[in-house]
């Protein structure tokens, strides 16, 4: 079964990965920020389903190791990137514009720039977040005690 450590270090790059996968259309600068939040966010929750079901037992897999755990997950933040990411990415970009066009020796300048990074901070934190979440469930999949589809009490 895998532990703590090898949940974070696979949360981590797959989370990069996904990361890496979902920046393309933003600044290079940009990109850079989101791929490591995104690290950081695998890297976080890596290891949660073992946080909400703590492995105290050798069958502590219920309904957070579930498939349909996994499955409610990607489905609901698949809704809100198309919702709250879109919106989040279009701020950014004004941000960006606003930055960009003002005089280099302007005082908004790094304050727009910080509110834009932090941002693609976030959106990739929470690209992160989801993968590494999935990135528990799959790794667990592989063990023989497996992950249940729903519940272990329904199964």
Do not use: W
Not at 83 to 106: Q, T, V
Not at 114 to 134: D, K, N, P, Q, S
Request: proline share 6%; glycine share 12%.
């Amino acid at each position: 079964m895998p532990g703590r450590g090898a949940h974070r270090a696979i949360g981590s790059l797959s989370g990069g990965f996904v990361g890496a996968l979902a920046c393309h259309e933003l600044p290079q600068q940009a990109r850079i920020v989101y791929c490591l939040s995104a690290a950081l966010g695998g890297f976080a929750f890596g290891t949660f389903p073992d946080v909400l079901e703590p492995a105290t037992h050798p069958n502590h897999r219920d309904v957070c190791h579930s498939f349909a755990a996994g499955l409610g997950l990607l489905l609901a933040s698949g809704s809100g990137e198309r919702n709250i990411g879109a919106d989040m990415r279009n701020e950014a970009a004004r941000l960006r514009a606003e930055r960009l066009g003002l005089a280099s020796d302007d005082p908004r300048r790094p304050t727009l720039a910080f509110r834009e990074y932090a941002i693609y901070f976030l959106l990739g934190l929470a690209t992160g977040a989801v993968t590494g979440y999935l990135s528990h469930i799959a790794a667990d999949m592989t063990t023989p005690r497996e992950v249940p589809l729903v519940s272990r009490k329904l199964l």
